[in-house]
């Protein structure tokens, strides 16, 4: 039989997951607290507005609300289960799908932040694997619509990264990754660590800024003091995590060791520059990472889980990082209704 597979988290990431396993003739169950949303893709399906005609699609899929959750008793166990919710719902979205789990099932981490540990507390470490996605562009546009900004496969770099807890390589992963394929490219990864970090460095430089000056992504970076400071927050999480010991990748397509070293040469920092110009004219017009949507609708970000983490390691190693501090401090105050977003939230802390 077909493995059993939910997604919990039908949002952008987990959603557009879901969509294209199911158009691949999966046996999927998606699975999401917003009933507006729940209610809209039963009734026409999850759309999919692709960057290209011919990404689009409409997919129905089996999806239930969360207070649904029991109607799971009627399916075959689960074989499979990608968790897509926001960071601190990470323990929820787990102990709401132990009880459903086969005895073998893999739960696969598939968000931003660091939330393996927190999974294999709930459902056992053997049962726990990671998915980092990168360049996916994808954000929930309306309730049952999911708008992707980037085609598929996007050149250069594989969208899905896949590990295993201790780096093996092992059948399961693999078995994962053949599945995955179906949704876009993928590569097998031994250094779930050092990648996570680096992806969270990537989303330090990119999703507080965007959410304290409300600016996309392509803006900030044709923006000269703002990219500077962007790469600054980018730095400081890429020192942390040489210091804890982790082997860093590139953030995108840039090396880690330029970002380390942007802070004191200003050949790296120069590198740097050149290559986000460059990415910015020839990428998607428009793309607003996920903490940056989460502030234009009014939803909670995970400041914590990006800049909070950022800063607790570094308070622990006694390295300063400013200005993730300072991103964090602003979009706090957002969040509390004393500022709203506006570059100069940031521009009066850059050179």
């Known amino acids: ?117 927190t999974l294999a507390e709930i459902v056992g470490a053997s049962r726990t694997a990671g998915l980092i996605a990168a360049r996916i562009g994808v954000e929930l546009s309306a309730p049952g619509v999911i708008r992707r900004r980037v085609v598929r496969g996007s050149p250069g770099i594989d969208v899905f990264r896949l590990g295993e807890l201790d780096g093996q390589r092992s059948a399961r992963i693999e078995t994962l990754a053949t599945l995955l394929r179906q949704v876009d490219s993928v590569a097998v990864i031994d250094n779930l660590t050092g990648e996570r970090w680096s992806k969270l460095a990537v989303n330090a430089m990119r999703n507080g800024v965007s959410a304290a000056t409300g600016l996309t992504i392509d803006a900030l970076d044709n923006h000269p003091q703002l990219r500077r400071f962007s790469i600054e927050v980018a730095g400081e999480a890429v020192r942390v995590g040489q210091r804890l010991g982790y082997s860093l990748t590139a953030l995108g397509a840039i090396p880690a060791a330029l970002f380390a070293a942007a802070d004191g040469s200003a050949a790296a920092l120069a590198e740097i520059e050149q290559r986000l110009i460059d990415a910015a004219q020839r990428g998607a017009a428009g793309q607003r990472p996920s903490m940056g949507q989460d502030i234009v609708k009014g939803r909670r970000t995970e400041i914590d889980e990006i800049y909070g983490l950022v800063i607790q390691r570094a308070a622990e190693l006694g390295i300063p990082v400013p200005a993730n501090q300072t991103v964090y401090d602003r979009v706090r105050a957002i969040e509390n209704g004393t500022l709203t977003p506006a570059p100069e939230n940031l521009l009066g802390t850059v050179e």
């Open 1 to 117: 039989m077909a493995p059993h597979i939910a997604v919990v988290g039908a949002g952008a990431v987990g959603g557009f997951i879901g969509a294209h396993l199911t158009a691949a003739g999966e046996n999927v169950t998606l699975i999401d607290r917003w009933r507006e949303h729940v209610d809209a893709t039963r009734r026409h399906g999850l759309r999919i507005d692709g960057a290209v005609p011919q990404d689009n699609a409409i997919v129905p899929v089996r999806i239930l609300s969360d207070d649904e959750i029991g109607s799971l008793k009627a399916l075959p166990p689960l074989d499979i289960v990608f968790i897509s919710v926001k960071s601190y719902d990470t323990r929820w979205a787990a102990e709401l799908v132990l009880p459903y789990l086969h005895a073998d099932a893999v739960v696969v981490s598939a968000q931003n932040g660091c939330n393996e540990a």
